[in-house]
Nanobody
Framework: QVQLVESGGGLVQAGGSLRLSCTAS??????MGWFRRAPAKEREFVAAINRGGDSTYYADSVKGRFTISRDNAKNTVYLRMNSLKPEDAAVYYC??????????????????????WGQGTQVTVSS
């Protein structure tokens, strides 16, 4: 049975940093990603990474501030979030799926391309 378990959310002041972790059990995946949903907003793509870790993808809103990485030995993906802003506050969800390297960036940003999801972890940013 596949499970994704996230950790690392919490309360941080604007400008601060957090690192989210997501450990998958049951199997490995070609792509893992992070999405978020803020109150009264749609779920949105944040970042994704391929199996080898050599291809990463980011939403424009987090580019340069967030870094996604993965440790395949631990079957874990991380999201390092720096320079946090109040608008980054949301529930962050880890996602995992299998995609071809030829699928392209657009596929990696689409929630329906990921078959497995974590339960979410809350990130709160105070101004």
């Amino acid at each position: 049975q596949v499970q994704l378990v996230e950790s690392g959310g919490g309360l941080v002041q604007a400008g601060g940093s957090l690192r989210l972790s997501c450990t998958a059990s049951g199997r490995t995946f070609t792509h893992m990603g992070w999405f978020r949903r803020a109150p009264a907003k749609e779920r949105e793509f944040v970042a994704a990474i391929n199996r080898g870790g050599d291809s990463t993808y980011y939403a424009d809103s987090v580019k340069g501030r967030f870094t996604i990485s993965r440790d395949n030995a631990k079957n874990t993906v991380y999201l390092r979030m720096n320079s946090l802003k109040p608008e980054d506050a949301a529930v962050y969800y880890c996602a995992a799926g299998d995609m071809s390297p030829f699928d392209g960036y657009i596929s990696y940003t689409r929630a329906n391309k990921y078959a497995y999801w974590g339960q979410g972890t809350q990130v709160t940013v105070s101004s």
